[in-house]
Every structure is written in structure tokens, then in C-alpha cells.
């Protein structure tokens, strides 16, 4: 399995943007399906982008499309999500997930996660 660590998170007022970071370690995740999950308080962990390079194919959820970006650097083996626009509802704990053949997009299809790391949005 690949090990995985977020950072980027922090306060950030609506309208902002943000960038967070996946960085991976124990082997390369170039061929992994990678998505960026989050919880808010109280609800359930969404799928809000994933991105699988060896098909160049990504996926957003309709909450986030046109605001949201997943992309990677293969030389530093980290995967990105560029925030704009942040809105309150965007508030919640990050996660990135991988795994190299996922059946689905749900959070029981990603066999490695990372801790996770805070957004909080301000009105």
C-alpha cells in the first residue's frame, strides 16, 4: 500500500482559494486511482474529485465542477486540489485516498488514506 499524507488546510475566507496536497510514499501511485474526499460535521464523507492518470480520465462532483481541480506532479509523487471560489459549505476535513484498481468510487472502494487535514471557510 501507499502511504499517504495531506497538508494545505487552514482558515480561508469566501471567495479565496487554497491548495491542498496528497503526498505519497512507499511506492509510486502513478497508475492508482487518487481521490479527494471530504466530511463535514455530521455527514457522511463525499467524493468530491478523483483522478486516474494512466486513462487521463477525472471525475468532480456537481457541487464542486468548475471550482475544483485534481491534477499531479509524478516527480514528487503528490496529487493536488486546487480550491477557488471557496464557499462556507466547503468547510470540512480533506482526505485523500488511492488505490490502484478501485470498483467504484465510494470511500469502501480506496484501500489507502491519508489522515486528513482541515478546511474551514468564512463568511
Known amino acids: 500500500q501507499v502511504q499517504l499524507v495531506e497538508s494545505g488546510g487552514g482558515l480561508v475566507q469566501a471567495g479565496g482559494s487554497l491548495r491542498l496536497s496528497c503526498a505519497g510514499s512507499g511506492r509510486t501511485f502513478s497508475d492508482y486511482v487518487v481521490g479527494w474526499f471530504r466530511q463535514a460535521p455530521g455527514k457522511e464523507r463525499e467524493l468530491v474529485a478523483a483522478g486516474r492518470w494512466g486513462g487521463g480520465s477525472t471525475y468532480y462532483a456537481d457541487s464542486v465542477k468548475g471550482r475544483f481541480t485534481i491534477s499531479r506532479d509524478n516527480g514528487q509523487n503528490t496529487v493536488y486540489l486546487q480550491i477557488n471560489n471557496v464557499k462556507p459549505e466547503d468547510t470540512a476535513v480533506y482526505y485523500c485516498?488511492?488505490?490502484?484498481?478501485?470498483?467504484?468510487?465510494?470511500?469502501?472502494?480506496?484501500?489507502?488514506w491519508g489522515q486528513g487535514t482541515q478546511v474551514t471557510v468564512s463568511s
Open positions: 485516498a488511492a488505490d490502484p484498481s478501485p470498483l467504484g468510487l465510494g470511500p469502501p472502494d480506496f484501500g489507502s
